[in-house]
C-alpha cells in the first residue's frame, strides 16, 4: 500500500510540476525567452546590387546583366495539390514548348522526401510572370543574374570576363570590380524551426547601392576593323597569333585594342586560358626595329649625327662588334642617315648608339617609357625589362640600339610612337572615358594625363620625314602605304630568344601613324611567327595597311584630304598574274586565291590567251577571259611560266605579281626595279626564284612623273 501511495502522489505531482514550470516559462521568464526566440529566428539575408554596364565610346552596350529566372516546387507545401502541380506543368508547357507529362513525370521521379524539384533552370520573363500569377504556395520562383556580353568576341581581352559570383577575373571587369559591383543591401527575415526563410510586414531593409556603369574608350567600329583584319592577317601569314592596338596620340584614349586567338567572355571556360591573356599588356617581347625611334631620337637630340652624313656599310652587310656580328637584312651599301632608318640598317643605326654615352641613351629610353608601365586601367599590365646601364655588357648598347637585350609591351611601343607623333608630349594610355551612376548622372571623367615631354619640339620636326620615308617604295614598309593618305611609322622583325638562345622564329610588326600632317591615329600590329615572311614591312605592313583603309573610310576629316581616286581606286585595283601556259585547272588554283573572277572560251586544256593580259592592274570587279586550246611551238610548256617585264615596278606589284604566277622572289635593295633575272620573255619553272634588283629613284624623276 504504501508503494502505491508513493507512486500516486508522484502521479499527482506531475501535473503540478508542470503547470509550475509553465507558469515560470510565461510568467517570470517570458520575456528573457522570447527576446532569445527572436534574436534567434531573425535573420538577415542580402539583396543583390546591379553591376553596373559597360558601354563603347558611341554609347552601344558591350556588357549589361540578364535576369534568368528558375522555378521549383515543393510538392508537400501546405496547400499543394496533385492539380496546383499539373497546372504549373501546363503553364511551362506553353512557354517551353515540352509536353505537361514531362514536368509530372519529373515530379513524380523525384526522391520520396524531395521538397525542391528544378523543373526548369531557365525560362522567359512571360512565363516567370505566369506561374506567379497562379499563387501557388508550393512554387519556388528564384531570380539570378548572368553576365552578358552583347557583342561576344569583340573587345573580349579589353572587357575581361566575370566567374559564377560576378566577380571580375579580368581586363576591365577586374580592374574595376569594386566600382562596377557596387554594394549589396540587406533585408531582414525570419527563419523557422525548419529553417525556412519569411519575409514579413514593417521588416528593416537597407536598399542596395547599384554599380556604377563604364564608359570606354573603345570604338566598336574600329575595334571591328582591327579585329576582322588581324585575324585575316594571321591566317593569310600563318602565325601563331597576334596583337593590334589603335590609339589617339592627342589623348591617350584607346581606340581598339585586339588579340588574335580570342575568346567569347561569354562562356571563357570554352577557351584556353593563353587565348585569354591579354598579350597586349601582359606579355613582353624583344621589338626588334621599331626600337629604331630611340636612338634616332637620342642621336638628334644628342648631336651626334648630320643629316648629311654618309654611313658606308660593308659590301658583305655585315660587320663584327665586341666579337659579335651585326647584319643588315641585305649589303646596303652607303647611306644617309634618314637612309639608314628608311632601309632599317642596323649596322648604322648601332654605329651611331655607340656615340651616345650609355646612360644617357638609358635616359631616353625611359622617357619614351620602356622598362615601366603605362599605368594604364587594365588588368596584369607588366613594366617591360630595360636593364640599367652599370648591367650592361660591351654589345648591349649597339644590339639594344637596334631593339634586341630590351624587352617592351605591344602597349608601350604604341605609347611611344603616339608620343613622336603628339610633337613630342606623351600622353597616358587609358580605356575608361568615364563612369556613371545607376541614373546615369557622371560621378568621375578621365581628362587626358601628360606624362612627360620626350624631345625637343625642333627634334621631332627634323625626324618626321626620316620616318615618313621608312613608308615608302625606297622604305622596308612599302607595303603598309596607302595612296593619298601620309603616313609615318618603322617596322619591326626580331629573333625569338626561347630556351637561353636566338631561335630561327621571328615576330614581325609594325608601328605607324597618321595623317602625317595633323595624327589622328597610331596602330601597332605584332604578328608572332609567321610562315610566309618575318619581315614586319610585308606581313604586319599589310595587316596596318588594310586596317588604315577601312579607318580612313570611317573618318570624314581624313578622307576629305585624300584626293578623290587617289587611294581607293588604286588600293582597289588586283594585278592580273600570268595565266597563259598554265592548265585549266592550274589557272582556277592561281585564281582562286586572288578572288579575282573569270569566264573560258574555246576548248583545249591549256590557257593560250588572257585578257586583260598579266600584271595589268584591274578593279576587284572585273572578269579576266581565259581562252583555252593546245599549247603551240614556242610558247610556254607545261610546268613553265613566262616571265614578264618587271622593270620600272616597285617591290610591292612585283612581289604580287611574281608570287600569281606560282614563282618566289628575292628582293634585293628596294624602290623601284631596274634589273631581274630571268629576263623578260624567258621561262622558268613554278616555284623557282626570280632576282630583282631596286633602287630609289631621283626625286627629279618623281617630280617628272607626278607631273605627267
Do not use: C
Not at 559591383?181 to 510586414?201: C, H, M, P, T
Not at 581565259?626 to 614578264?644: A, H, M, N, R, Y
Amino acid at each position: 500500500m504504501s508503494r502505491m501511495f508513493i507512486l500516486m502522489g508522484l502521479i499527482f505531482l506531475l501535473p503540478f510540476a508542470i503547470l509550475v514550470q509553465i507558469f515560470r516559462v510565461n510568467v517570470m521568464e517570458g520575456d528573457g525567452l522570447r527576446e532569445l526566440w527572436n534574436s534567434q529566428a531573425i535573420d538577415y539575408i542580402a539583396i543583390p546590387a546591379q553591376r553596373g554596364n559597360i558601354y563603347d565610346a558611341n554609347g552601344s552596350l558591350l556588357a549589361t546583366n540578364s535576369a534568368v529566372y528558375k522555378i521549383a516546387v515543393d510538392p508537400f507545401a501546405p496547400g499543394v495539390t496533385r492539380d496546383n502541380l499539373d497546372m504549373v506543368g501546363s503553364v511551362l508547357s506553353r512557354h517551353t514548348g515540352r509536353q505537361a507529362s514531362y514536368y509530372r513525370n519529373k515530379i513524380r521521379n523525384a526522391p520520396s522526401n524531395s521538397r525542391y524539384i528544378v523543373l526548369e533552370r531557365s525560362i522567359s520573363v512571360q512565363a516567370y510572370e505566369d506561374i506567379r500569377e497562379l499563387g501557388y504556395r508550393g512554387v519556388i520562383l528564384e531570380e539570378e543574374y548572368r553576365r552578358n556580353y552583347n557583342f561576344e568576341t569583340l573587345s573580349a581581352h579589353t572587357l575581361g570576363y566575370v566567374n559564377h559570383n560576378l566577380d571580375g577575373m579580368a581586363g576591365l571587369e577586374a580592374k574595376y570590380n569594386q566600382t562596377l559591383k557596387g554594394e549589396d543591401g540587406l533585408q531582414q527575415v525570419r527563419r523557422d524551426r525548419s529553417n525556412r526563410i519569411f519575409a514579413y510586414v514593417g521588416a528593416p531593409r537597407q536598399q542596395p547601392r547599384q554599380g556604377s556603369s563604364l564608359h570606354t574608350t573603345i570604338d566598336s567600329y574600329i575595334q571591328a576593323i582591327v579585329e576582322e583584319e588581324l585575324e585575316n592577317g594571321i591566317q593569310t601569314t600563318r602565325a601563331k597569333q597576334g596583337t593590334a592596338i589603335v590609339m589617339d596620340p592627342k589623348t591617350g584614349a584607346v581606340k581598339a585594342m585586339a588579340n588574335y586567338p580570342t575568346f567569347d567572355p561569354n562562356t571563357p571556360a570554352a577557351s584556353d586560358t593563353e587565348n585569354r591573356r591579354n598579350y597586349a599588356v601582359s606579355d613582353m617581347f624583344e621589338p626588334g626595329s621599331t626600337f629604331k625611334l630611340v636612338t634616332a631620337i637620342a642621336a638628334v637630340e644628342q648631336g651626334v649625327v648630320d643629316f648629311d652624313e654618309i654611313f658606308e656599310t660593308p659590301e658583305n652587310g655585315r660587320i663584327q662588334i665586341h666579337g659579335q656580328w651585326m647584319r643588315d637584312h641585305d649589303p646596303l651599301g652607303d647611306l644617309t642617315f634618314k637612309q639608314a632608318i628608311a632601309k632599317s640598317s642596323n649596322i648604322a643605326t648601332s654605329e651611331l648608339a655607340m656615340r651616345i654615352q650609355p646612360e644617357r641613351y638609358y635616359q631616353y629610353a625611359r622617357n619614351l617609357g620602356f622598362g615601366t608601365p603605362t599605368n594604364i586601367d587594365l588588368h596584369n599590365e607588366v613594366g617591360g625589362r630595360l636593364q640599367k646601364p652599370f648591367e650592361w655588357s660591351g654589345v648591349t648598347l649597339p644590339w639594344m640600339s637596334i631593339g634586341y637585350e630590351v624587352q617592351a609591351t605591344p602597349l608601350q611601343i604604341v605609347q611611344a610612337y603616339a608620343a613622336f607623333a603628339n610633337g613630342g608630349k606623351m600622353m597616358k594610355p587609358f580605356v575608361v572615358s568615364h563612369l556613371t551612376d545607376e541614373f546615369g548622372n557622371v560621378k568621375e571623367r578621365t581628362r587626358p594625363s601628360l606624362v612627360r615631354r620626350i624631345a625637343k619640339e625642333e627634334t621631332i620636326q627634323k625626324l618626321m620625314p626620316v620616318f615618313e620615308e621608312v613608308v615608302t617604295d625606297s622604305g622596308t614598309a612599302n607595303w603598309a602605304s596607302v595612296e593619298g593618305l601620309r603616313i609615318a611609322g618603322k617596322t619591326g622583325t626580331a629573333q625569338k630568344y626561347i630556351g637561353g638562345r636566338y631561335t630561327t622564329s621571328y615576330r614581325a610588326s609594325f608601328a605607324g601613324f597618321f595623317p602625317v600632317e595633323d595624327p589622328s591615329y597610331v596602330i601597332l600590329v605584332l604578328l608572332d611567327e609567321p610562315r610566309t615572311s618575318f619581315y614586319g614591312g610585308f606581313t604586319a605592313g599589310s595587316v596596318f595597311r588594310e586596317i588604315t583603309k577601312r579607318i580612313a573610310g570611317l573618318d570624314d576629316s581624313i578622307n576629305r584630304s585624300i584626293s578623290p581616286g587617289d587611294q581607293l581606286a588604286e588600293e582597289n585595283r588586283i594585278f592580273i598574274p600570268q595565266l597563259v601556259g598554265h592548265t585549266e585547272a592550274g589557272a582556277e588554283s592561281i585564281l582562286k586565291g586572288t578572288g579575282i573572277r573569270y569566264r573560258t572560251s574555246g576548248s583545249g586544256p591549256f590557257v593560250v590567251d588572257q585578257q586583260p593580259s598579266a600584271a595589268e592592274a584591274i578593279a576587284d570587279n572585273v572578269v579576266v577571259k581565259l581562252t583555252l586550246g593546245d599549247i603551240q611551238d614556242g610558247e610556254s610548256p607545261d610546268g613553265f611560266v613566262k616571265i614578264p617585264d618587271l622593270r620600272e615596278m616597285n617591290m610591292r606589284k612585283a612581289a604580287s605579281v611574281i608570287r600569281g604566277l606560282g614563282l618566289e622572289i628575292e628582293m634585293i635593295g628596294s624602290g623601284t626595279i631596274y634589273n631581274q633575272f630571268p629576263l623578260a620573255g624567258e621561262l622558268m619553272r613554278e616555284g623557282r626564284t626570280v632576282t630583282v634588283r631596286g633602287r630609289a629613284r631621283s626625286m627629279q624623276n618623281v617630280t617628272l612623273t607626278a607631273a605627267q
